[in-house]
């Protein structure tokens, strides 16, 4: 049984994700095995890209199914998050269904322009997934999803409560980046880790 497998479907940001759990010290399979993916002691399925790409491609490989048939721990990173719940308003798209709620469209303000890129303060965290109030964290996202009961950590942006993370027994999520985030991603990333 493989103890970390990180989903490489042919989008996002499979190789930053792989190298920074190995610089964690964790050993890395990455795979498109619906077998493997079910299996694995804990699963990453990571973002950046479409949902409207991500979903039919999920599903096309068996592994959409698979992902709804796991009961060991299991992240979301980005779009990875987002495709948790049950629609996204990125193209219209129906989603895991794994999290209740919706992911949409960003809406830019003065002086906070979409998508929004960069480092953000987080306003809340559960501490339980190694963050803390105090902690900044990279995002690059133009779509977030609805704040709920999920929520485990939360910033804002453009008037808006973003979840920045969350946690719904084993499911864990981080709207953020946590590979691109410095301590506060490599606490978040151990945590999983020890979940």
Known sequence: MTGLAVLDIGYGNTDSI???????????????????AEAAERLVLP???SAGYAMPR????????????????????????????????ESGTPCLGL???RVRAMTPSPGS????????????ADEAIGLTAADYVYFAHSFACDDGPATAARANYAGRTVPAALRAGHLWGAQFHPERSSAAGANFLNAFLSA
């Not at 322009?113 to 809340?124: A, D, S």
Request: proline fraction near 6%; charge should be negative.
């Open 47 to 49: 973002g950046v890209g």
């Open 18 to 36: 792989r190298l920074a759990f190995e610089r964690l010290g964790a050993e890395v399979e990455l795979t498109a095995d619906p077998a493997v």
């Open 99 to 101: 999290v209740a709620g």
């Open 58 to 89: 999920l599903a096309e490989l068996g592994l959409a199914e698979a992902l709804r048939r796991r009961t060991r721990p299991t992240l979301g990173i980005c779009l990875g998050m987002q495709l948790l719940f049950e629609h996204s308003e």
């Open 113 to 124: 322009p979409v998508p929004h890129m960069g480092w953000t303060g987080l306003e809340w």
